[in-house]
């Protein structure tokens, strides 16, 4: 369990920090490509409405950011090609660039001209659409140099990232043990006084049980002496509880490697129960898959399906309805058990497999039971690598589903 605390740690930690670098890093790097794109539309703009040349000054634009340095014309790689109406090319400029020749200025002009769309990128190249009157410039400028700005920053923080959260795991990995240490060693404390005071609990019960009979055998029986024997009983079965859980906690785990037959042992506590929910008058039905194994501890299982059979019988009302399923379902085993109560809420259903919880706030000791039952269940197929859930369609029933693992011949 303390194990398993730290890995939700780190996980927890690792998976918010994650979060965080991509929102940062996703942010800035859709900033810098906006800017590259925002200032080759600047630039591109300026040389279409200027015939394909910078203007001689660039304060007669009112410009000043990066057009106002003197050197920007001269760093800038662009061509041009002007058409006509129909999308003939009348002329063509590539004095500003060397890579590219008059053919592939042409090809380009015409696939950007297909397209219909007024901007855009083709290659490593931006280009933009601006029609007159009479003629339509398109433009291209080189951005190659800006998009592999973009590239390399995008890597760089990528890189770091990657970097900052491999550290950050290894840091949290080292520490994480010592900010669990005080919860583990609570918990670790906890399960021994548990189980230290249920042997401890015992002896004396039993003294006070074997004293009451010699009483009754020199005195006579009484009420008395029948209420000692029935709170002696109710305290060790209280303790043998609390042993139980408490072992199943420490080991979390049961030997999976024996094949058990869950038909077999699920069919034999619910005969078991006939008898009790004929006298209480309840109808207990069943309906049992055959031949559905699982792997696991017998003993446990046996004691698993005991006490949702038992807390089915104990809450459902006089004349109510219990029924119990097995079938074999999406290669899992699938164990429900329904009974009718007097009234259950949704939003208990998730405590119903807390330690101690009771649906009968009154905690009537008529009922029987101390809240440990279903604890022990969600303990056992914790351990059998299952799950357990309880539902209710109308508040005035309860049905616990367990799923476990089929094994396989």
């Known amino acids: 369990m303390i194990k398993k605390l730290q890995i939700k740690l780190i996980t927890a930690t690792m998976l918010s920090l994650f ?5 940062i890093v996703g942010a800035a790097n859709l900033v810098n490509y906006h800017k590259v794109i925002t200032d080759a539309d600047v630039t591109l703009k300026i040389l279409a409405t200027n015939e394909g040349r910078f203007p001689e000054s660039f304060e007669e634009w009112g410009r000043k950011d990066f ?20 999308g003939n090319i009348i002329s063509t400029n590539i004095e500003q660039i060397a890579a590219v020749d008059e ?3 042409s090809a380009y002009a015409q696939t950007v001209w297909a397209k219909g769309k007024t901007s855009g990128f083709i290659g490593n190249y931006r280009y933009i659409i601006h029609e007159t009157e009479s003629f339509t410039y398109v433009v291209f400028l080189d951005c190659s140099r800006s998009l592999s700005n973009a590239r390399t920053f995008a890597l760089a923080s990528l890189g770091a990232s990657a970097a900052g959260m491999l550290i950050v795991f290894a840091v949290l990995t080292l520490v994480s043990g010592k900010i669990v240490k005080p919860f583990s060693e609570s918990y670790e404390k906890q399960k021994r006084f548990i189980t230290d005071a249920g042997h401890e609990l015992k002896t004396p019960l039993t003294i006070i049980d074997a004293d009451t009979e010699i009483l009754e055998m020199d005195y006579g029986e ?40 869950l038909s077999e042992i699920v069919r034999e506590e619910a005969d078991s129960f006939q008898a009790l929910a004929a006298t209480q008058n309840k109808i207990l039905d069943s309906e049992i898959a055959a031949s559905i194994q699982v792997r696991g501890d017998e003993k446990a299982l046996r004691r698993l399906v005991s006490i949702l059979l038992d807390n089915a019988v104990k809450y459902s009302q006089g004349g109510g309805k219990i029924s119990v399923t097995l079938k074999n379902q999406h290669r899992a085993a699938h164990l429900t058990v329904y009974n009718t109560t007097a009234e259950i809420k949704r939003e208990s259903l998730p405590q119903l497999f807390d330690r101690f919880y009771r649906t009968d706030r009154s905690r009537n000791s008529k009922t029987g039971g101390y809240g440990l039952g279903l604890s022990i269940a969600a303990s056992t197929v914790k351990a059998h690598k299952g799950k357990i859930w309880a539902s209710t ?12 693992p089929v094994s396989k011949p």
């Open 222 to 261: 009484s009420k008395w002496t029948e209420d000692i024997h029935r709170q002696t009983g109710r305290l060790t079965e209280l303790t043998n509880d609390l042993i139980t859980l408490s072992r199943m906690e420490e080991t979390e785990t049961v030997s999976l490697v024996k094949r058990v037959s």
């Open 103 to 105: 053919s592939s200025a």
């Open 19 to 23: 979060v965080v670098l991509v929102v």
């Open 67 to 86: 057009l106002s340095s003197p050197e920007f014309p001269y760093e800038s790689r662009y061509f041009l090609i002007v058409l006509d109406q129909s």
């Open 393 to 404: 369609e109308d508040e005035r029933s309860l049905t616990i589903t367990v799923t476990l």
